[in-house]
């Protein structure tokens, strides 16, 4: 292996969920690793958004008409009275609004939805996984970043259903 090959691998596993790869060839062995720190946030964050994932519901909903902060956050609690439907995550995974990084978000806040269309990708394990809705509606909110880490059953979207 070249010095640019080696280079490409780092930024291959720079860029996935891999924490560590070698590769031995006769008389050359090469093991690259994530830093620990790096794999423990990526952890932490799946965890830290699933409270606020909850809490946008009823602000979208509920309480249009209050324009102060706190009064958007208590109507968030009360969000699974309101008809909003959620899109949960059906695995663990990276989250995708894209197919790829030059094309369009496969939906955005506002769009009509119908079951079988494609939502996001999940990837898990280097295959790219699209999700279909299962409802027809419109989406009221994205509520993952794109390329953010996803837990099983994380809600990703909200949609008013039709």
């Known amino acids: 292996?070249?010095?640019?090959?080696?280079?490409?691998?780092?930024?291959?596993?720079?860029?996935?969920?891999?924490?560590?790869?070698?590769?031995?060839?006769k008389d050359f062995k090469v093991t690259i690793r994530q830093k620990e720190d790096n794999i423990t946030q990526v952890v932490a964050a799946p965890a830290q958004m699933a409270a606020p994932v909850y809490a946008p519901q009823?602000?979208?909903q509920s309480?249009?008409?209050?324009?102060?902060?706190?009064a958007s956050e208590k109507p968030k609690?009360?969000?699974?009275?309101?008809?909003l439907v959620t899109i949960k995550?059906?695995?663990i995974g990276t989250f995708y609004r894209k197919s790829?990084?030059?094309?369009?978000?496969?939906?955005?806040?506002?769009?009509?939805?119908a079951p079988g269309k494609v939502v996001c990708i999940?990837?898990?394990?280097?295959?790219?996984?699209?999700?279909?809705?299962?409802?027809?509606?419109?989406?009221?909110?994205v509520l993952v970043d794109d390329a953010s880490p996803v837990e099983y059953d994380q809600p990703l979207f909200l949609v008013e259903p039709a």
Do not use: C, R
């Open 77 to 83: 609690a009360e969000a699974p009275a309101s008809n």
């Open 1 to 25: 292996m070249d010095f640019k090959q080696i280079q490409e691998l780092i930024k291959m596993v720079n860029k996935s969920n891999i924490g560590e790869v070698t590769i031995e060839q």
């Open 63 to 70: 309480q249009p008409v209050t324009g102060t902060a706190p």
């Open 122 to 141: 999940i990837e898990a394990m280097k295959l790219f996984n699209e999700i279909e809705s299962e409802i027809s509606g419109k989406v009221v909110k």
């Open 89 to 91: 995550s059906p695995m």
């Open 100 to 113: 790829s990084p030059d094309k369009p978000s496969f939906v955005e806040p506002g769009d009509e939805i």
């Open 58 to 60: 009823p602000a979208a």
